[in-house]
């Protein structure tokens, strides 16, 4: 498929002096880590509502060849709040399999290819096997001859802000998250769909609609 211009506003690349420029922005809205049955019950009323989650996962850092490890965290960023779904502590398997296979649901994201083969660590032989309606929104941008399509440069490119690196490599698996690391999860998925809704405004989506 051959590439098209973005919109003339919106430049193919952005620079470190540029992005350094750009103003700070981390996830300020509702957050929720669901660790329990009653919390995921709350978590999917408003996720099943929705028409466009924000999706990301975080999966303990490893640090030996050969080590595997599977995810930790799915989040889920809806209009009205971000679900950090503990995926070690409570079994999410029926609930987010039915999410990633709701068509009526779009899920974007950005390297999805990597997310969905670490989820098959988490599901059971046949569970969450038939995602549906996902969108990767770097390879949406390079469609649009975007050259650098990293959460943090489609952050600075298409929403005009900086979002700030920090705990990616720390224990996703503890018992209790830090502030720092319920940020970090929250602000990459809401970020997602901010993109989502940005690439919409603009018309970038056409054709180039969720799988």
Same mark, same amino acid.
């Given at each position: ?9 919106? %430049?193919?690349? !952005? ?6 420029? @750009?103003? !700070? $922005? ?8 669901? =660790?329990?049955? &009653?919390? /995921? ?9 929705? $028409?466009?989650?924000?999706f990301d996962t975080e ?12 995810? #930790?965290?799915?989040? +889920? ?9 503990? *995926?070690?502590? +409570?079994?999410?398997?029926? =609930? +987010?399999?039915? !999410? +990633? %296979?709701?068509?009526? !649901? ?5 390297? /999805? ?7 098959? /660590?988490?599901? &059971?032989?046949?569970?969450? #096997? ?6 990767? %929104?770097? %390879? *949406? =941008?390079? $469609? ?23 705990? $990616? ?7 209790? *998250? #830090?502030p720092a690391q319920i940020?970090?999860? =929250? ?7 901010? *993109?989502? @809704? ?5 018309? @970038?989506?056409? &054709?180039?609609?969720? &799988?």
């Amino acid at each position: 498929m051959p590439s098209t211009t973005p919109p003339p506003r919106f %430049a193919r690349t !952005i620079s470190a002096e540029e992005m350094a420029a @750009l103003p !700070i $922005r981390r996830y300020e809205g509702e957050v929720h880590v669901v =660790a329990s049955p &009653a919390a /995921l019950e709350h978590a999917l009323a408003d996720i099943r509502a929705e $028409r466009v989650l924000g999706f990301d996962t975080e999966t303990r850092p490893v640090f030996r060849k050969g080590e595997s490890h599977p995810p #930790s965290l799915a989040q +889920l960023a809806t209009a009205r709040a971000v679900y950090l779904l503990a *995926l070690q502590r +409570l079994d999410c398997s029926a =609930a +987010l399999g039915e !999410i +990633l %296979a709701a068509h009526a !649901i779009v899920k974007i994201g950005v390297g /999805l290819a990597e997310d969905m083969r670490q989820l098959k /660590l988490f599901f &059971a032989a046949g569970e969450g #096997s038939n995602p549906a309606s996902f969108l990767d %929104a770097g %390879a *949406l =941008a390079r $469609r649009h001859g975007v050259k650098q399509t990293g959460l943090r440069n489609l952050a600075g490119i298409f929403l005009g802000f900086r979002v700030p690196k920090g705990k $990616r490599t720390s224990n996703w698996a503890a018992v209790r *998250l #830090s502030p720092a690391q319920i940020a970090y999860a =929250a602000t990459d998925a809401w970020v997602c769909r901010e *993109l989502f @809704l940005c690439f919409e405004q603009l018309g @970038l989506l056409g &054709a180039d609609g969720p &799988a």
